[in-house]
């Protein structure tokens, strides 16, 4: 009994700390929340011991590694996440290219990959990119960033989470799908446990390399420890992309996300005529001087027929009498307001069959 008690004594010493070190990360990259969504991790994951491990084991050289790149990077990172969000993808995939490249253009891996997403040559083939001896469109970082989309978005249709695209392009579909079959699991604690081996160990190490440098990045990009500007909300028109507002107010797509949180798809639904944003308070001034909202044309009916205003006229009236729409009334004649005096001639628009039917009375 005395043994029993020391080994769940030891145990939860190990525990104990392992917890203080989960609850520090989260403390140390409040970014974690934005990322894991962004690539549809469960922010449980954040205090996966394996991670946690990870995590210490990786952030100093990730963060010196995340330096020179950005660095490197400074004119090609806005080509390339400007190339992911004018398609609707999240513009944090950029992060791959990062661990994969370095963002380095004519980088060649031992396996004979090439370019900023590392493509095989039979993989650039299937995506069009010219290969041969005098030209190498895996080096170009337009025509590679395109073609680096149709694949992760082709990945991200298979496989439903974009973490799992992610591991997809590391070791390749037909890897992922038996690694799903044998876990009988598709959730990311369970395919990355290093007991079972049911993937790779690179591959087990390269999502948690995403998710690390994505979380390092973030965090400096959103300046979460010093962010504390008050926000506004401003109403935009159904089926607004994010994408377009944040472009407007020249600020990050990944800020304005961080701030809408419930728009899961990058825009507002189509059920409503209009839904709330919030923006930065700052933002405000350039939001009302470049957003126009969309104006509803109203189409006025191609007949008119003359009335002269009775007793007991009102627009609602005369609307059912002939058929017609009270607003539409008021823009041809151009009133203010609903207001009719005796005699008042008016316009009213009406349909070709009531204008044929009265014609002929």
């Not at 894991?36 to 100093?60: A, L, M």
């Not at 969000?85 to 290219?97: E, F, G, K, M, T």
């Amino acid at each position: 009994m005395m043994q029993k008690k020391r080994v769940v004594f030891i145990l939860i010493m190990l525990w104990f700390p392992l917890t203080l070190i989960s609850a520090s990360l989260t403390e140390k990259y409040p970014s974690y929340s934005y990322v894991f969504s962004e690539f549809g991790v469960d922010e449980s994951y954040i205090y996966d011991s394996s991670f946690v491990t990870f995590v210490n084991h990786n952030e100093k050289k990730l963060r010196k590694f995340h330096k020179r790149v950005i660095e490197r990077g400074e004119v090609l990172l806005p080509l390339m996440r400007n190339h992911l969000i004018d398609n609707d993808l999240s513009d944090l995939l950029v992060y791959i290219s990062m661990i994969e490249s370095g963002l380095n253009t004519n980088i060649v891996s031992h396996k004979k990959a090439v370019g900023l997403w590392q493509f095989m040559p039979i993989t650039a083939k299937y995506y069009k990119l010219e290969v041969c001896n005098g030209f190498d469109e895996r080096c170009d970082p337009d025509s590679s960033t395109k073609a680096a989309m149709k694949y992760l978005g082709r990945l991200h249709k298979e496989f439903g989470q974009w973490y799992l695209a992610v591991m997809a392009y590391n070791c390749g579909e037909g890897r992922l799908r038996k690694a799903i079959k044998k876990a009988g699991s598709s959730d990311l604690s369970i395919l990355l446990s290093p007991y079972e081996k049911y993937l790779p160990k690179e591959t087990r190490a390269y999502i948690k390399k995403i998710l690390l440098i994505a979380m390092i990045g973030e965090n400096e990009i959103l300046d979460f420890q010093s962010q504390s500007a008050s926000t506004m909300k401003v109403d935009v028109d159904a089926g607004t992309k994010l994408a377009d507002i944040a472009k407007m107010l020249e600020m990050k797509l990944s800020v304005l996300k961080r701030y809408n949180r419930q728009y899961k798809n990058g825009r507002v639904p189509l059920k409503k005529k209009s839904y709330s944003l919030m923006i930065p308070e700052e933002k405000m001034v350039l939001f009302y001087m470049k957003y126009e909202p969309k104006v509803e044309e109203k189409v006025i009916k191609p007949h008119f027929i003359s009335h002269y205003v009775v007793m007991g006229d009102t627009l609602d009236s005369l609307a059912k009498k002939y058929n017609t729409d009270a607003e539409e009334i008021k823009i041809a004649n151009k009133l203010e307001d609903d207001f009719l005096t005796l005699d008042m001639f008016l316009l009213i628009p009406v349909t070709e069959d009531l204008f044929e039917s009265l014609l002929n009375e």
